[in-house]
C-alpha cells in the first residue's frame, strides 16, 4: 500500500511538471462534452430556401408563409427565372428551391388538383432526405385544409402535391456526400499527424541539435521534411476518389485539374499546421494529442462532414470558421458532384489560401525563433 502511494504520489508531482499534458488532461472531457452536447444535433433547421412565386397569389403567399414560418426554412432569395436556380444551387446560396406555377391559387381555390415543385440540392442526402420530408408535410397540411374550404373529400388524393426534384443526387446515396468529407479527413489526418510527429521525433532521438548545427536552414529543412508527406497525401487522396468511383459509381463531372489544385491548397495548409505543431510539441505523444484535438475532431465535428452547420449553435457556426475542412468540403462537393469552375466557389478557395498563408508563416516565425534561441 505504501509503494503504491509513493507510486501515486511521484505521478501527480510528474503530470504537475508537464503542464501540456496537464491542460490536454483537464481540457480534452470538457471540450468533448461541449463538443457532443452542442454538435450532435440530427435536427436539420434553417434551411436556406429560395422562391420562385410564377403566381403571385395570395394562396402562393400562403404557401411561402408555412414554410418560413414552420421554423425549418429560412427565405434566403426571391427569384424569377430557371437560371437563377441553377445559380443559386451551384453556388451554394440555397438548399432548396421551391417553385408555385402559374393558377397555383385559382386551382387550389377552385378544388382543382395542382402541385408545387420542390428543387432540392442532394450533395448532403441526409439532409436532402429530411428537407423534402419537410416540404410533404408541409405542404399535406395545406391540401387538408384547402379541401376542407372548398368542402371536397378528395377522392383522388391530395389537392396539393409536392413534386420534390433533387439535383445533383436524385438517388439519395450517402456515399456521394460521405466520400468528400473522408477525403478532407484522411487529407487532414495523414498531413498534420505525420509532419507533426515526424520533426518531433528528431528531438526526442537528439538528431535535431545536429541539423540545427548544421548549413540546413529551416526553409530547406521544412521542405525537405513536408513534400514527401505531401505527396503522400495527394496520392491518398486521388486513390480515395478513384477506389469510389470504381466502387460506388462516384462521379466527376468538374476539372480533374481544378481538383488536384484544390486538394494541394488544403494540404499545404494541413502540412503547416503540422510544423506549427511541431513547434509546441517536445514529444511525440503531446504531438500526437495536439494534432487529434485540433484536427481530427474539428473536421470530423465542425466542418459539416457529418452535421449540418446551420442546425448549430451560433457560436459554434461562428467556430467553424476556423476550421478549413469546411471550406474544403464545399469545394469538393462543387467540382465532383456539381461540375462548376472556380467562380462559383471562389471564396471557398480564398478562404484555403488565407489559412494556409497565415499557418505557413506562423509555423516558420515559430521554427526560426527556435532554431535562433538554440545557437
Do not use: C
Not at 147 to 170: C, D
Not at 280 to 301: G, R
Amino acid at each position: 500500500m505504501k509503494k503504491a502511494l509513493s507510486v501515486g504520489v511521484k505521478e501527480f508531482r510528474q503530470i504537475a511538471r508537464d503542464r501540456r499534458t496537464l491542460m490536454i488532461l483537464l481540457f480534452v472531457p470538457a471540450f468533448f462534452l461541449l463538443l457532443y452536447g452542442y454538435a450532435l444535433n440530427f435536427d436539420i433547421r434553417n434551411i436556406r430556401l429560395a422562391v420562385e412565386d410564377n403566381d403571385r397569389s395570395s394562396t402562393s403567399r400562403e404557401v411561402v408563409s408555412a414554410f418560413v414560418n414552420s421554423g425549418y426554412f429560412d427565405l434566403v432569395a426571391t427569384i424569377s427565372s430557371d437560371a437563377d436556380i441553377v445559380r443559386l444551387l451551384d453556388r451554394g446560396d440555397a438548399r432548396a428551391v421551391l417553385v408555385i406555377p402559374a393558377g397555383f391559387g385559382r386551382d387550389a381555390r377552385n378544388g382543382h388538383t395542382t402541385s408545387v415543385q420542390l428543387i432540392v440540392n442532394g450533395d448532403n442526402a441526409n439532409t436532402a432526405t429530411t428537407v423534402v420530408g419537410y416540404a410533404v408535410g408541409l405542404v399535406g397540411a395545406l391540401s387538408t385544409r384547402y379541401e376542407v374550404q372548398a368542402r371536397l373529400a378528395s377522392p383522388v388524393g391530395p389537392l396539393v402535391r409536392t413534386e420534390p426534384r433533387i439535383w445533383y443526387n436524385p438517388e439519395l446515396r450517402s456515399t456521394l456526400f460521405l466520400v468528400p468529407g473522408l477525403i478532407a479527413y484522411f487529407a487532414m489526418i495523414t498531413a498534420v499527424v505525420s509532419t507533426a510527429l515526424s520533426i518531433v521525433r528528431e528531438k526526442e532521438v537528439g538528431t535535431m541539435e545536429q541539423v540545427r548545427m548544421s548549413p540546413v536552414g529551416p526553409l530547406a529543412y521544412v521542405i525537405g521534411k513536408t513534400v514527401p508527406y505531401f505527396v503522400v497525401s495527394l496520392v491518398s487522396a486521388m486513390a480515395i476518389i478513384g477506389a469510389s468511383m470504381l466502387l460506388f459509381d462516384l462521379p466527376m463531372r468538374g476539372s480533374w485539374p481544378l481538383l488536384v489544385a484544390s486538394v494541394s491548397l488544403f494540404l499545404v495548409g494541413a502540412l503547416g499546421f503540422g510544423v506549427l505543431i511541431s513547434t509546441i510539441a517536445e514529444t511525440q505523444q503531446v504531438a500526437f494529442q495536439v494534432a487529434i484535438l485540433t484536427s481530427y475532431l474539428p473536421t470530423f465535428m465542425l466542418s459539416g462532414f457529418i452535421f449540418p452547420i446551420s442546425s448549430m449553435p451560433g457560436p459554434l457556426q461562428i467556430v467553424t470558421y476556423a476550421v478549413p475542412a469546411r471550406y474544403f468540403l464545399t469545394v469538393l462537393r462543387a467540382i465532383v458532384l456539381k461540375g462548376v469552375g472556380a467562380a462559383a466557389f471562389w471564396e471557398e478557395l480564398a478562404a484555403l489560401g488565407i489559412f494556409a498563408a497565415m499557418i505557413l508563416a506562423l509555423a516558420s516565425l515559430r521554427l526560426r525563433r527556435e532554431w535562433s534561441l538554440s545557437r
